[in-house]
């Protein structure tokens, strides 16, 4: 069984967040890695279960931008240490 791909860094402004993943590819042979941003808003459901989505209300751009800010600096200057 494949290793499951774990979030390198997960940055909460609740109820909104911005997961960064570490992920890896192939292009003409050659192995590389790329970072992606995946962001979600979390909500109770009418059962009262906590539930995720891609979807955003107007209230929720300023944790948006907040969570997206984070992962913009940690990429930035995580990038500057490997160099």
Request: glycine share 2%; with cysteine.
């Amino acid at each position: 069984m494949a290793d499951k791909n774990k979030p390198e860094k997960k940055f909460v402004a609740s109820p909104v967040s911005a997961t960064v993943w570490n992920n890896k590819g192939e292009k003409d042979g050659k192995d590389f890695e790329y970072k992606t941003i995946q962001v979600s808003r979390s909500y109770k459901d009418k059962e009262d279960n906590w539930q995720n989505t891609d979807s955003f209300r107007i209230a929720d751009i300023p944790k948006l931008q907040l969570v997206l800010s984070a992962c913009y600096s940690y990429l930035a200057t995580t990038e500057l240490k490997e160099e």
